[in-house]
């Protein structure tokens, strides 16, 4: 079984979609099939020893649809078929639009001249005007219109009916009338039938509609700029040094391990560790911070960021596939083309929203003629009859319907996506929307998840950089953790280290080493005591710095104590406006760790966290999570995706802290790049906007339909003289759409 991605060709409304994926489904050996009328593409989950992509085409090409799996899309070169296509849907708008607009102010002209006597008649002969119209509504509808005749084709042979085929209907019923009037006068004579003609209704309908259509590929095309830029982040070629050598080689060439040089202003090509030189990286397309970021040796570099002013040379670590810009290009793609569960309903209705609309103007053409012919006389009724049936199949159209929650979820992930917050799908992002309690972990989440050298307290006699290179120098050959922040505080301060000989370290004490002739100490409190050494605690209260999630390391020689550092797990600089802010939001904020009361207390009070759970087992953070859902809420967990697993899968909504190498970007419904816990409002008030759009779309294109239909139909002619005109019918349509898809593209500009 299989699961594989594939462009679909001749798709361009919702019923299409469910159209489609109603007869892949019925295949014997099709296990699923997703279609998204936003992007175009079919997510379909076969077993490929049963069915083939070849079979399934045989079933979609009789009713105008083909899927293009991604292989045959790259050797036809997509980017020149889509302009081509954009190209000719350019021309055939510039044409039919002009002509559209003139028959619509000249439609105009003759409605109100014949209601108001102020206005001077038409300018034209009637029989004059009758025959050029009927010239340019043949070469409208059997050029312009050929894909909405094509879609009544396969509706005849196949009883398959989607927007074209409404459109279609419509427009042909209308253009047959008319030219019956037209062209054989005593057909009208003998039935008496009434002297218009609409074919204005056909030439208006056709060019509103796809002046319409091409105003929302468009706006289409921009909903997936997010991609497009992603795209554009990848390198085409690398610098790589090969022996004293440097040649510039295609991407597809460099392999892991290999040696690749970046100058000043470079696109670094592909993921690894910088090995030689330094600089300061823009990352701000994958990380979406602003700021360049410093790099320098043992520091990784990603695919897609831009160099600024230095030049390195780095270990190659990642290509193609594995990188983290293709990784996040791929979750995007997935998550724009996910299904959010809101989007159900609009489906349901999409699905049986066309057989509706043939059964309801069917209904109104019968109505007007048999209830409006004893009131209005027959002539006046078929007439009403006949715009009524046209009116209610252009304006019908379930456009609006099938692209308000797509395209709101394509704008929201892609945005996302450029301020460092990955979504995995679009269910997720809905779930967020709906969040009511946030659990966090502490380690890595409100704290920087390293030890780090707060304060230095030297003895009376010592100086503070004396101590440092002392202690810097023993704990330099030790692998516990809280070395390293000896380390990196020494090298911001540019501290000389001396030797160290006779390294040891005992287990739960501390580390001791012998410089220049001298044995000095590093460790607990306890084992300063154990040596009879001892720390004046009027001065320096260490059970209290431990009150406040502080470590204390004393540095003591055979004699004396030399001084005191301490050291803690330092909180985010973000971490309490971000709290502050998700509180303001009207969540409840709880922080969930495994760390000792004491520590987990000082954090909380730091960030502004109320309540702490603190010594829970992975056991316990799930139990707890379970609980809190027990009670009714819908529970976010943010932890770093591995220690935190179980929780996380409980949670309603997992999101992980990542600085881009963690491998819960995989795997997490959430990951916020970097780290950076201020991410987390973002992504919330992200999804929260777009939940909210979603719901503008779709209240929108309900009402649209819930009032256009009865008004096209003609029900509010007998009380207030309202009756729309298929003209006006195919304006409102062609612009539902557009709307919908603009509400959609206005998250971009929407500040998080």
Known sequence: MITQKFSVKGMHCASCSALIMKHLKKLDGIVDADVNVATEQAKVTFESDRITQEKMNQVLEPLGYALVSEAETDRQSPAREEEDSSASEREKTYFVLPLAVTF?????????????????????????????SFAVATMVLFWIGKPFLSGLLRFIRFGTADMHTLIGIGTSVAYLYSSLIVLIPSFRAYFRFPEETYFDVVIVVIGFVTFGKYLEARAKTKTGDAIARLLHLQAKTALVVRGDEEMEVPIGSVMPDDLVRVKPAGRIPVDGIIVDGNSFIDESMLSGESMPVEKKADDPVRAGTLNTTGTFVFRVTAVGQSTLLARIIRMVEEAQGSRAPIQTLADRISAIFVPVVLGLSGA????????????????????????????????ACPCALGLATPTAIIVGVGKGAEKGILVRDAATLEGLSRAQVIVMDKTGTLTKGEPELMSIHPSSGYEEREILALATAIENRSEHPLAQAFVKFSEGKQIVVPSVSDFQAERGKGVRGVIGGKTYFLGSFRWAQERGLSVNESVLDPDREANKGKTALVLCSEREILGIFFIADAVKP????????????????????????????????????????????????????????????????????????????????????????????????????????????????????????IRQNLFFAFVFNVIG????????????????????????????????????????????
Do not use: C
């Not at 006389?377 to 009403?384: K, P």
């Not at 495994?594 to 309540?611: C, M, N």
């Open 364 to 395: 109104a053409f019968l109505g007007w003629l048999i209830l409006g012919t004893p009131v209005y006389g027959f002539s006046q009724a078929l007439s009403f009859a006949l715009l009524a049936f046209v009116g209610i199949l252009v304006i």
């Open 574 to 693: 973000e971490a309490h406006q971000a709290v502050t802010e998700l509180q303001k939001l009207g969540l409840r904020v709880i922080m969930l760790t495994g760390d000792r009361k004491s520590v987990a207390s000082s954090v909380g009070k730091q960030v502004g966290i109320r309540e702490v759970i603190a010594e829970a087992s992975p056991d316990d953070k799930f139990t707890t999570i379970k609980r809190l859902q027990e009670e009714g809420n819908i529970v976010a967990m943010v932890g770093d995706g591995i220690n935190d697993a179980p929780a996380l899968a409980q949670a309603n909504i997992g999101i992980a802290m990542a600085t881009g190498t963690d491998a819960a970007i995989e795997s997490a419904g959430i990951t916020l790049l970097h780290g950076d816990i201020g991410k987390l409002v973002k992504a919330i008030r992200l999804s929260r906007m777009t939940l909210a759009g």
């Open 104 to 132: 619509f102010v000249l439609m105009l002209w003759e409605i109100t001249a014949r209601r108001y006597s102020f206005i001077p008649n038409f300018p034209f002969p009637m029989e004059f005007w009758n025959i050029f």
């Open 709 to 752: 239909i009865p008004l096209a139909g003609g029900m509010f002619y007998p009380v207030f003289g309202w009756l729309l005109s298929p003209a006006f019918a195919g304006l409102a349509m062609a612009f539902s759409s557009v709307t919908v898809v603009g509400n959609a593209l206005r998250l971009r500009s929407k500040k998080l």
